[in-house]
T-cell receptor
Framework: NAGVTQTPKFRILKIGQSMTLQCTQDMNHNYMYWYRQDPGMGLKLIYYSVGAGITDKGEVPNGYNVSRSTTEDFPLRLELAAPSQTSVYFC???????????FGSGTRLTVV | AQSVAQPEDQVNVAEGNPLTVKCTYSVSGNPYLFWYVQYPNRGLQFLLKYITGDNLVKGSYGFEAEFNKSQTSFHLKKPSALVSDSALYFCAVRDADSSYKLIFGSGTRLLVRP
């Protein structure tokens, strides 16, 4: 049982480049989330999805986009990367009721 | 608005001593509370949750948490700390406006010295 799988684990981007962070879960969870973790700042919600075809903005959506074409996949797209997007990104999923999240292992992104 | 506060950036404790990591919350309605742990270069792992019932909740790796409604607190505890408990700990509360979202605290780093 793989849980939540994120790729890549590490990436260095140049300012203005774009990339997609991949997230896949095999638990048939309806809810999926993208967070960013900055030192001393905890976790900030970027986007979330309550099911295939439905996405919504979290606290810090600017500069990002998401899609949810299947239950399993929830990719996060960065357009025109900026140094402020240097962070660790976590994908998570949960079943109905948010009784607990399952997190991926994270993607460490550096924008230079 | 719902919120979670972890007042200590870091907690230091000697191995074998009891540990407490503090968390206070502000939420409308009944709180659903969680603790997660993050080891270096890893994702967050679920430790325990309080939904209803007994105020003392037991979780993974010998951790427990005490729910105190009057003090709006949910402190994480362990009777005897291990060096391997050293990690980053997050408290979280379910968003009362969106039951599928969690609001996380800023995290507390626990250092257990040998």
């Amino acid at each position: 049982n793989a849980g939540v799988t994120q790729t890549p684990k590490f990436r260095i981007l140049k300012i203005g480049q774009s990339m997609t962070l991949q997230c896949t879960q095999d638990m048939n969870h309806n809810y999926m989330y993208w967070y960013r973790q900055d030192p001393g700042m905890g976790l900030k919600l970027i986007y979330y999805s309550v099911g295939a075809g439905i996405t919504d903005k979290g606290e810090v959506p600017n500069g990002y986009n998401v899609s949810r074409s299947t239950t399993e996949d929830f990719p996060l797209r960065l357009e025109l990367a900026a140094p402020s997007q240097t962070s660790v990104y976590f994908c998570a999923s949960s079943d109905v009721g948010a009784y607990g999240y399952t997190f991926g292992s994270g993607t460490r992104l550096t924008v230079v | 608005a719902q919120s979670v506060a972890q007042p200590e950036d870091q907690v230091n404790v000697a191995e074998g001593n009891p540990l407490t990591v503090k968390c206070t919350y502000s939420v409308s309605g009944n709180p659903y509370l969680f603790w997660y742990v993050q080891y270096p270069n890893r994702g967050l792992q679920f430790l325990l949750k309080y939904i209803t019932g007994d105020n003392l909740v037991k979780g993974s790796y010998g951790f427990e948490a005490e729910f105190n409604k009057s003090q709006t607190s949910f402190h994480l505890k362990k009777p005897s700390a291990l060096v391997s408990d050293s990690a980053l700990y997050f408290c979280a509360v379910r968003d009362a406006d969106s039951s599928y979202k969690l609001i996380f605290g800023s995290g507390t780093r626990l250092l257990v010295r040998p």
